[in-house]
């Protein structure tokens, strides 16, 4: 597989069994996301934009098909396989944030670093580091309610670069902002992508999923649709 392929699905189907009725969230996505790319997933409720993130993010696995992420096979893993998969090349950013209240700024960006078990200098400078490029060193000894929403979304997108992922998963960033907070987010997103971050975004917005360089667009669990508004090499240029 070439080295520029971050993630690679072929026919991914995902069944939700109820005591009813069975859902069949995915049914056939094939899709390459490239290294430096930012990926906006559209469509409309309930098409299975959240289901297809949450499955690339290993935080839920495919009923059936191929998922390859940085090269590796994730058919078959087991859940603290997955979990450690995630751990070494995924970061994730959640709509409502999904900050620990107990816990400082410091210690939430921390985290991804803890579990590698990382020693406690390397942790600082690069939780440090991360804190700098989302804006919020200023902030590393608060608590998450002591900070306003759009700096909490802040200090969730410096946990998940933190570690210097291969791939930054975002569902619905913007989504508890206000418009003010939620375009700086998205601003703060792209820089993070012309640095050189590779990011899948899902949202319903239409003015953010137009940045993008990519959109994919879903209907009833297939891709039905791609807009490529610019490449990697036209990035570069610009
Ligand atoms: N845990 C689950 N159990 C059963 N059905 C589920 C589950 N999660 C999702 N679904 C169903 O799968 C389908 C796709 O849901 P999904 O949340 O992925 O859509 P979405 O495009 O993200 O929607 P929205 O834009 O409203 O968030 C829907 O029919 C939903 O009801």
Request: contains cysteine.
């Amino acid at each position: 597989m070439s080295n520029d392929i971050v993630v690679s699905m072929q026919d991914i189907h995902k069944k939700f069994l109820g005591t009813e009725i069975e859902t069949h969230a995915l049914q056939g996505v094939s899709l390459n996301i490239y290294k430096g790319e930012f990926v906006a997933i559209t469509g409309p409720s309930g098409c299975g934009k959240s289901t297809l993130l949450t499955i690339m993010g290993l935080l839920d696995s495919a009923s059936d098909g191929n998922y390859f992420i940085s090269d590796i096979e994730t058919r078959g893993l087991n859940v603290d396989q997955r979990t450690q998969v995630r751990n070494q090349h995924i970061g994730y950013v959640f709509q409502s944030f999904n900050l620990i209240d107990s816990m400082t700024v410091f210690e939430n960006v921390a985290l991804p670093l803890e579990h590698r078990g990382e020693k406690s200098q390397a942790i600082k400078n690069a939780v440090i580091d991360a804190l700098e490029k989302v804006g919020m060193q200023h902030r590393t000894n608060y608590k998450p309610n002591q900070i306003s929403g759009g700096q909490q979304q802040r200090v969730a997108i410096a946990r998940a670069l933190v570690g210097n992922p291969d791939l930054i998963l975002v569902d619905e960033p913007t989504g508890n902002l206000d418009t003010k907070n939620g375009d700086a987010v998205m601003k703060l997103l792209m820089d993070l992508n012309k640095q050189g971050s590779t990011i899948v975004m899902v949202t319903h917005d239409t003015r953010y999923s137009a940045l993008a360089d990519r959109q994919i667009q879903l209907l009833d669990g297939k891709v039905v649709g791609e807009k490529q508004v610019r490449s990697n090499d036209e990035k570069e240029v610009a």
